[in-house]
């Protein structure tokens, strides 16, 4: 895409986009509930991070879920510091497309979001959803925690099961924990709220985790 012309591979350290040292300016609030949309958030949320495709409808997924305090876009699970969204979509910085999810684990829990998360694509995939192709589509859980990761790999066995029953085949949804989370550019930050008709080809398979 533009400059770039798109790798369908992952690419190595040697490889990769170089970058840059500045982070992209994002606005302060959430368009749809004024939440802060950058850290420091109150000291009773968590954070959780997922890649489910175009990253416009799967930030929509989780901000509509209660008990979800704040969401971003943005990049993570590649090589390339602060990447643009050209370089991304190039496949050459190694990130997928993501969303910071910012939760109270008093009014939902953990588990919930993951049953949000498989339900709301196709894990199965591999580097694309539907029509969407690339590296940067790539179904991803990337966790905080040693508790976060248990339950991520632990759900995945659930999912599986279900899905092998349904008829579908093995996921491919890659399980690792955060490196670094970088924010996509602003026009990005809630992007089918302020355009209720933009474009979202998020599909799930119809299969239900619980």
Known sequence: MGLFQKS???PT???????????VAVPEQHFVNGHPLVAPFPDNMQLAVFGMGCFWGAERRFWEK??????AAGYAAGITPNPSYEEVCSGHTGHNEVVLVVYNPAEVSYEALLERFWE???????MRQGNDMGTQYRSGIYTYSEEQLAQAKASEAVF???LKASGFGSITTEIQPVEAFYYAEHYHQQYLAKVPNG???LGGTGVCYS
């Open 66 to 71: 209660e008990g979800v305090y704040s969401t």
């Open 120 to 126: 709301s694509h196709n894990p199965t995939e591999g």
């Open 160 to 162: 599986q099961e279900k």
């Open 8 to 10: 369908m591979d992952l």
């Open 13 to 23: 350290a040697d490889t990769a986009l170089p970058g840059r040292e500045q982070q």
């Open 199 to 201: 474009y979202c080809g």
